[in-house]
């Protein structure tokens, strides 16, 4: 469907080693859905990551160091999306991070 929904955010993030709480993840997950709509689209995401939270910095940085390295935000998505579904999974996400250097534990 092109779209994540709370428990698809919080179940990739719980496989890549990263636990966020009921409230911390509605929090999250609140900062990324802006129509209220509980689904997050790519376009979302890209709002997101022009915020101010925290969570939105990092994810900025490592955005951000990939275009200095030439590589452009769709490109990055596209990376990940590796069906090429419009969606990115939690194994393609584990499996680009590895792909990227990325230790998961």
Not at 62 to 67: F, K, N, P, R
Request: charged share 25%; glycine share 12%.
């Amino acid at each position: 469907s092109g779209q994540l929904t709370i428990d698809d955010c919080q179940q990739g993030l719980k496989e890549i080693g990263v636990n966020v709480g009921p409230a911390d993840m509605r929090r999250l997950f609140g900062s990324l859905d802006r129509t209220g709509s509980g689904k997050v689209k790519l376009a979302d995401l890209i709002h997101f990551m022009n915020g101010t939270c925290s969570a939105a910095d990092k994810v900025r940085n490592i955005v951000l160091e990939a275009e200095r390295n030439g590589v452009q935000i769709r490109e990055s998505f596209e990376f990940f999306d590796q069906d090429k579904t419009g969606e990115i999974g939690t194994a393609q996400c584990r499996s680009g991070l590895k792909k990227l250097g990325v230790s998961l534990s």
